[in-house]
């Protein structure tokens, strides 16, 4: 029976994690799905421990081609979306891990709803990781779910796809969590938040996020590149989009690092 989700789990020396994230996919209350699991030519153990679960999941091992970790992060979930099944598809980094009930409420808000993207309150621990903007206030950008937060209706990633730039060495910054909330809070105001405990979501040394010090001159060369994405998608979409202070100091400060 063809599956009605598919779980594209992301992997790059994880080993530490990887079980648990697979195991929690394979305890769902949600039956028709699949599992997808590349691996990004980790240079520890992951594939072994993988490579336990060759009979549950389909493998993908997909080299690394960029220098930068969000690239390659992009790079592998666009194959694998190539190559799923699923109508829904639910991302998951290879540390973090799902509820129980996480397909089940993401398919019933897909039943429910018109929206194509789909995005749930992580928690760290027992307690919500971050509260939610609103994108109207005097915030720049609305809040940004972890990319194990995220899950969308797969024919409307190719939409996505022709305005996200995905392999521009402009925007080697920018992680997918960004660029699919960006496009789909601001740009298509087509979205619904989940609000049901239903991720796990760790912050650890060695994850994407980790190579960013608020602050820094690197934190600022990525909110450049933020920014300017976001400028490139409004003037695709004939919207206009005024500079402000943010927009001119990381301008500046991103030609230091």
């Not at 779980?7 to 699949?34: A, D, H, V």
């Not at 609000?195 to 994407?208: M, P, V």
């Not at 976001?230 to 500046?252: C, G, M, T, V």
Request: glycine residues 2%.
């Amino acid at each position: 029976m063809k599956p009605l989700v598919s779980i594209l789990i992301t992997n790059f020396n994880k080993q530490k994690y990887i079980k648990k994230c697979i195991e929690s996919c394979l305890n769902q209350n949600f039956r028709k799905f699949e599992i997808c699991v590349a691996d990004n030519n980790s240079t520890d153990n992951s594939i072994e421990v993988i490579n336990k679960f060759k009979n549950k999941v389909r493998i993908f091992k997909i080299p690394r081609k960029f220098n930068s970790g969000p690239q390659n992060q992009l790079y592998c979930i666009k194959k694998m979306i190539k190559k799923s099944n699923g109508k829904i598809v639910c991302l998951l980094d290879s540390d973090d891990f799902f509820y129980k009930n996480k397909l089940k409420k993401v398919f019933h808000s897909f039943k429910n709803t018109n929206s194509k993207f789909f995005f749930d309150k992580p928690y760290l621990g027992n307690k919500i990781n971050f509260k939610i903007k609103n994108k109207k206030s005097k915030h720049i950008w609305p809040t940004i779910f972890p990319t194990s937060s995220i899950s969308f209706v797969k024919n409307d990633f190719n939409n996505f796809e022709k305005l996200s730039f995905l392999t521009n060495k402009k925007f080697s910054h920018l992680a997918i969590d960004f660029r699919i909330q960006v496009y789909s809070m601001l740009i298509k105001n087509d979205y619904k938040i989940i609000k049901n405990k239903i991720t796990y979501y760790r912050q650890i040394e060695g994850g994407l996020e980790s190579n960013w010090k608020k602050f820094s001159l690197a934190w600022w060369n990525r909110r450049y590149q933020a920014h300017t994405y976001l400028r490139e998608l409004y003037k695709i979409k004939n919207k206009k989009i005024n500079k402000n202070f943010d927009f001119l100091i990381s301008k500046i400060l991103s030609k230091f690092s």
